[in-house]
């Protein structure tokens, strides 16, 4: 009897132990498929997070090319999207810090409502070119000769044109017209003033011998362009004697920047070329614009820190964004560059000139360094963009069948030597192609400055 009690109490007792165990075993599994769940929807909000991100970064690249294409004349701040883009859509804003800086936020949102906010802030360098053609150091020590002989001197083929042109070479009322040189030294513009006055001077003695008052030859060849400094009246419309700027009829007052000095007919007033090529060699003038535009201090320096921003990140680019041109080019079309994918193209240092002559043909878009000489010869030379002139570098013309364009702005940032700095006196109007003009673009210009656009910052904004 007491046996089989004993044997009913055990049996109770694991029965009840038993219970115990499966409860806590099915307590445990409870847990554990909660536990496998929260990780589920951990890596889940991970993952949907993640696209949201990239997504979000997506944007910031495509705020990024959107500056590219539409700097400058663009109205910001702007927004763009949302823009579907895998299973979300992003969004972009994009505002100006100034001082060519832009603060760009996107937001990403992927699958599951997941949302990311970033921040760049993107830095271009801070150039705005007051003049065509800008000498931040000792100057260009130009003469203006193409040392052609003869009584006086002819007309220059070649012009610097500070009226804004778009990339298509047509006049534009993007930004205002700048003067044809700028300089950062007093010097500097003293001796560009005193060239161009000499180069007055020198037309006008051409202009009064080689001319009659009916416009037919005298000592020599008649032009259009001549026949209109000289005039239709008994004495000459300028004289070259000693004079001053208050005097009508002194030579000083030529306007060369002047249409007519291009006429294509007598009477020359009335026949000039047509826009956008309706200039003289040296443009904009007469105006607020003038010939040598002198920097201040506070726009020196603010040129020299650009000037040093642009070297500086030309040298931290990866060797595949920079194209080099190692060797002289003497016959064949070579292309660097285009307008939707500008480049970084550069001239390797080295001894002697690059040479481009045999009839070769360059064309290109972007940042063009040249830390050595360029001599330019029986060639078309077309660029769009920023020219850096650096160190002993040096863009001259030495064939007077150079042609091509320019379209942007062209830095000199010479070292200490009086050697003359972009010499295109030697060009002439002839045969197959127009003679090379250098004409401002802020388009160009901004365009090309892309190129060198630095991250300044990046973060991501949580909460936001």
């Known amino acids: ?26 307590a445990l599994s409870v847990s554990g498929l909660g536990l496998s769940r929260s990780d589920l929807l951990v890596s889940q909000n991970l993952l949907t997070g993640t696209q949201a991100l990239w997504t979000a970064r ?40 100034g001082a060519h800086s832009f603060r760009l936020t996107a937001v990403g949102r992927g699958p599951s409502e997941s949302r990311r906010v970033v921040e760049e802030t993107v830095r271009l360098p801070d150039f705005t070119p007051a003049g065509v053609i800008t000498s931040d150091r000792d100057g260009l020590h130009p003469d203006f000769d193409d040392n052609s002989g003869g009584v006086g001197r002819r007309i220059p083929d070649f012009s610097v044109d500070g009226r804004n042109h778009a990339p298509d070479g047509s006049l534009s009322p993007l930004c205002p017209a700048i003067a044809p040189f700028a300089a950062a030294q007093a ?29 037919s030859d005298a000592a020599g060849p008649c032009t259009p362009g001549l026949f209109w400094v000289r005039g239709g009246g ?31 007919a007598n009477p020359p007033a009335a026949h000039p070329p047509p826009a956008p090529d309706d200039r003289g060699p040296l443009g904009p003038g007469p105006g607020p614009a003038p010939l040598v535009r002198l920097l201040t201090a506070m726009e020196q320096s603010r040129l020299q820190t650009a000037v040093n921003d642009m070297l500086q990140r030309v040298a931290e680019l990866p060797e595949e964004m920079v194209l080099h041109i190692t060797t002289s080019l003497h016959a064949g079309r070579y292309e660097y560059g285009s307008m939707h ?71 000199a940032h010479d070292d200490a030597a009086l050697d003359r700095k972009l010499d295109f006196d030697k060009v002439q109007r002839g045969g197959g192609c127009a003679p090379l003009t250098i004409n401002y673009s802020c388009e160009m210009v901004t365009r090309a400055l892309t190129t060198l656009m630095r991250t300044v910052s990046w973060v991501e904004k949580y909460g936001a």
């Open 1 to 26: 009897m007491k046996s089989c009690q004993r044997r009913k109490s055990e049996a109770g007792v694991i029965f009840i132990t038993t219970l115990l165990l499966m409860t806590l075993l099915m």
């Open 58 to 97: 997506a944007g910031l690249e495509v705020g990024k090319n959107w500056l590219e294409e539409n700097l400058p004349g663009a109205v910001l701040p702007v927004s763009l999207g949302p823009t579907a883009f895998g299973d979300g859509d992003y969004s972009v804003t994009i505002e100006t810090l």
């Open 187 to 215: 010097a500097a513009q003293h001796d560009l003033t005193s060239a161009a006055d000499i180069l007055r001077r020198e037309i006008v003695t051409r202009a009064n011998s080689f001319c009659q008052a009916d416009g």
């Open 234 to 264: 008994v004495l000459p419309r300028f004289h070259t004697g000693p004079c001053v700027m208050t005097d009508p009829t002194c030579f000083l007052t030529l306007d060369l920047s002047a249409a007519a000095l291009r006429a294509l």
């Open 341 to 411: 994918e500008p480049a970084v193209v550069q001239i390797d240092d080295g001894v002697g000139a690059i040479e481009i002559d045999g009839g070769a043909t360059l064309d290109g878009v972007g940042v063009l360094i040249i830390p050595r000489p360029v001599h330019l010869g029986n060639a078309a030379f077309n660029w769009k963009g920023l020219i850096v002139v650096t160190g002993a570098g040096d863009l001259s013309a030495v064939d007077a069948a150079l042609c091509g364009q320019v379209f942007g702005a062209v830095l």
